[in-house]
Each structure stands twice: as structure tokens, then as C-alpha cells.
């Protein structure tokens, strides 16, 4: 599913990855930790098309990521990778279900199936009541839940989330992190995320450890 290459990345004098090697399965959830500044989340960059890696190549679906031209990649980010960040990046002048439409009319599929779509995952996710309320209406852990269903719209092959529960509260966490596998089960998503959260790491398939640019245990 994804493949990943000798990457490397430096910033001016800095190296934060010094050849990363790994291999992620088709429908894996896939822990990567490490502390602070171990390149956790410029690899997740990396993967997501979001950074440029100095060297090395990313497979995701047999596809050379690390290849593609500016519009390809694009294209391919929308249509395969979503995206879960710690702030939710919402459109505060939007309503819930056309923040989680944003990715399908970029896309081009038409207005009335990505409204159903969208209204699909609000039903999954129990946010039908919010599908009106701008996210300013709604509480954190609702505007997480809009921001996943924004990152499943265009039922990508693979999900990477950077710290998506740093900003929730201690409940909010947990409905958040067995949100993931249950959406594991159900759509067959691959899923890649950065955290410091130990319980959410240990609840994964797989833990990536980080240190020093490096993979110190995990492959």
C-alpha cells in the first residue's frame, strides 16, 4: 500500500530524516512516535504529498509519489489521502456538510451526490443534527468528527492524521480514537498517524518510533 524509500530531509543545515525505510499495509493503522523533532511530522508531510523529500521515493498504490508533476499530485492528493490535523481547519464561514464537501467539488463530482455522500458520514459519525451549524455552533470534538468526515469524502485509500485528538479532552479522545478503527472496519482505510498519545499509539497494528531522524524500532 505504501512504500517508503532512503527518504531524506533537511531543512538549510538541519537533517530531520536521515533515510526512512517502511512499509504500511493495505487497511493498517499505523502509530508514529517519537519526541519532539524527531521528523514525525515531516515524514507524514512527505507521504501526503504536502513536502518535498531531498531524497528517496514514496509508493502509495504502486504509484511513484515522489514523481508525479505539481497538477498529477494534485489530482492524486484529492482523490487518494485524506487529511485529520489537530486543528481542524474548518471554514468558520461554512456549514458542517459544506466543509465536508469542500474536497468533493474539488474534485468535480456533482452537488447532490457529494451532499448525500457527505450526509452518509454525518449520519455514520452521529452528526446529523450539526449538518447546519457553522463550526463555531459546535463543540471540539464535533468539529473533529466534521473534520474526518471531510477527510473520507472522496474515499481515499488512505487517512494520515497529525495529533488528531491533541486538542480534545481526555472523552473526546477515546471517541475519537476508536472512531478510527471502527472506520478501519467499515471503509478499509489505511491509516498513518503522528501522536504523543501513548493510548492511541498502543491501540494501533503497528508503532513507527522516530528518534533522531531515524526509525529506532518498527519498520
Known sequence: MIKINNIKKSFDK?????????????????????PSGAGKTTLLQ????????????????????????????AKFRN?????????????????????????????????????????????????????????????????QRVAVARALINNPSVILADEPSGNL?????????????SLRDKFEQTFVIVTHNNELAQMSDRIIKLKDGKIENGN
Open 14 to 34: 538541519l537533517t530531520v530524516l536521515k533515510g526512512i525505510n517502511a512499509n504500511i499495509r493495505k487497511g493498517e493503522i499505523v502509530a508514529i512516535t517519537g
Open 46 to 73: 512527505i507521504i501526503g504529498t504536502l513536502s518535498n523529500a531531498d531524497e528517496g521515493t514514496v509508493f502509495i498504490n504502486q504509484t511513484e509519489i515522489t514523481k508525479l508533476n505539481p497538477k498529477d499530485l
Open 169 to 181: 479532552d481526555t472523552e473526546n479522545k477515546k471517541t475519537l480514537h476508536q472512531l478510527f478503527f
Open 79 to 143: 482523490e487518494h489521502i485524506g487529511f485529520v490535523f489537530q486543528f481542524h481547519h474548518l471554514l468558520p464561514e461554512f456549514t458542517a456538510i459544506e466543509n465536508i464537501c469542500m474536497p468533493a467539488f474539488i474534485k468535480g463530482t456533482n452537488r447532490k451526490e457529494a451532499i448525500k455522500r457527505a450526509e452518509e458520514l454525518l449520519q455514520f459519525l452521529n452528526l446529523s443534527d450539526r449538518a447546519e451549524h457553522k463550526p463555531n455552533e459546535m463543540s471540539g470534538g464535533e468539529q
